[in-house]
């Protein structure tokens, strides 16, 4: 299986240090489903005293999600360092931010979320309060190709509306856009 291949080559580094090599893997799968079971098995094998049944049991929903809320916590570390610093310390961002528009805070998970209006509204709490993500990160562009899949090649309204469900993406109609340009199915629809 390529997958526990993968995941063989990387554990290993998963178990060691944390800083650079886990960015290593992020850029090693085009898929967003594979990214996170890879993980989630390492994760598994460093933390399972038995290593015999890592691969026999199959993963569950929650540590998938898990893993999907790490890579993009990872990412958000990465490109919003100061203004998560900030926010932990209590301050509000200056009204010059670009960011400050969409009032953020930090959730229960250390997750950048949108923040606003929407609090008493009857709709999903990940629809309420988004998490931000910058526009051409690795973690954004396997999302966008996520949504594009399940969506079947929909186009920018559907994409984008897909996953506002979730997460609010910087810029992100931009990149749905330059992302169904590349797309060779759908450029054939459109008949170029």
Not at 32 to 56: E, G, M, N, W, Y
Not at 97 to 105: A, E, I, V, Y
Not at 125 to 130: E, L, R
Not at 167 to 182: Q, T
Request: with cysteine; proline share 4%; glycine share 6%.
């Amino acid at each position: 299986n390529l997958e526990e291949r993968a995941s063989h080559r990387v554990m290993n580094i998963v178990c060691r240090s944390q800083e650079k090599p886990i960015w290593d893997l992020i850029i090693k799968f085009s898929k967003l489903s594979r990214l996170l079971r890879v993980t989630a098995i390492c994760r598994r094998f460093c933390s399972k005293d038995s290593k015999k049944s890592i691969f026999q049991q199959q993963l569950s929903p929650k540590e998938l999600d898990y893993e999907r809320m790490f890579w993009t916590k990872q990412t958000q570390n990465s490109y919003f360092q100061s203004e998560i610093k900030a926010l932990h310390g209590g301050q509000q961002l200056p009204n010059s931010h670009p960011l400050s528009k969409f009032t953020p805070f930090i959730d229960a998970f250390g997750l950048l979320r949108v923040g606003g209006r929407l609090n008493n509204a009857l709709i999903d709490p990940d629809a309420k309060h988004p998490i931000i993500l910058p526009s051409k990160s690795v973690i954004t562009n396997l999302l966008i190709a996520e949504a594009h899949e399940k969506t079947l090649h929909g186009g920018t309204q559907v994409m984008s509306v897909y996953l506002w469900q979730s997460y609010w993406i910087l810029g992100g109609r931009s990149a749905i856009k330059a992302f169904n340009r590349r797309c060779v199915r759908c450029a054939k629809i459109r008949g170029e």
